[in-house]
């Protein structure tokens, strides 16, 4: 865990600082109070007080997802990311180089690509799917990966971020109002309307729905106002293995049969043409 990260780490129980122990190497996280949290084999610590939610993303949907995304079909996502968080810490260079935090994070994969065009920034991914999180703890040598509970709350002290990163994830706005700075950003990226457009019915895949954007700016509400936004597309070329690992990746798992999905994949041409559409929006704590 970078030091610029533990030192804005807060108990989740209590709300206290959180030192390593042993300070020299690290096994666990503990506040005054004397609550403890250990630091799992795989790099990350469970910064949870209860039970959660939800367990997040199964490690199917995590070993697809990262398959899918180092082969590069999402690097756009990566992409606009790191030119909007550089184009926002060119606006007020004093707010950054201090910590991004990706709520939400998966495998890190974005907040990596951030972190390198931020080279004084340490990162934090958090995220509830511990399979995503073993992934995260290895994504980028300056960021460290908690797991936490979006509703539940961030385990991070008032104003501990400099950005905070949202991908296609929930989004806790009182919350993410509390940990940015007033002179931070969150930096949203939500699906566009023609996202995936040409699988939706042949491969019965979920639909964006049209009001995403209403609920967006519902959660975000009195704690954040609009700022710079733009759409982003591409089109991928992906043959029947890539479609499978693309639907195995997201939400759509959750609800497919594999074997009407191997039907319905047989019958498409090979490659498929597919359109990525995304949308990132820099939002400003009010």
């Avoid at 994830?169 to 940990?179: K, Q, T």
């Avoid at 975000?220 to 609009?226: E, I, K, R």
């Avoid at 639907?247 to 798992?253: D, I, R």
């Amino acid at each position: 865990m970078p030091p610029e990260v533990l030192r804005r780490l807060r108990c989740p129980v209590c709300g206290r600082p959180l030192a390593a122990v042993p300070p020299a190497a690290v096994v666990a996280l503990r506040c005054p109070a004397g609550h403890s949290f250990d630091l799992a084999r795989q790099g990350y610590v469970n910064l949870t007080a209860g039970r959660t939610t939800h367990s997040g993303d199964s490690p199917a949907m995590v070993a697809a997802r990262e398959e899918f995304l180092r082969a590069g079909h999402y690097d756009l996502i990566s992409t606009a990311l790191a030119d909007l968080a550089s184009t926002v810490a060119g606006e007020a260079p004093e707010a950054y180089p201090e910590l991004v935090v990706d709520a939400g994070a998966g495998t890190g994969r974005h907040l990596a690509a951030v972190l390198d065009a931020l080279p004084a920034a340490a990162g934090l991914a958090l995220d509830v799917s511990k399979p995503a999180l073993r992934r995260a703890a290895r994504a980028h040598p300056r960021a460290g990966a908690a797991l936490c509970d979006t509703w539940r709350g961030l385990p991070l002290a008032d104003g501990a971020a400099g950005l905070l990163l949202n991908v296609f994830a929930p989004r806790n706005g009182p919350e993410f109002h509390r940990v940015l700075r007033r002179d931070g950003a969150l930096l949203v990226v939500t699906p566009a309307a023609d996202h995936l457009g040409e699988l939706v019915d042949l491969l019965g895949l979920l639909r964006v729905d049209p009001a995403k954007e209403a609920r967006l700016a519902g959660s975000l509400a009195g704690h954040f106002s609009q700022g710079a936004t733009a759409t982003h597309r591409s089109t991928l070329r992906l043959d029947h293995a890539e479609l499978r690992t693309l639907v195995g990746m997201g939400p759509s798992a959750w609800h497919t049969d594999p074997a009407d999905l191997d039907r319905r994949i047989a019958r498409l041409s090979q490659p498929t043409t597919v359109t990525v559409a995304v949308q990132a929006t820099a939002h400003h704590p009010t």
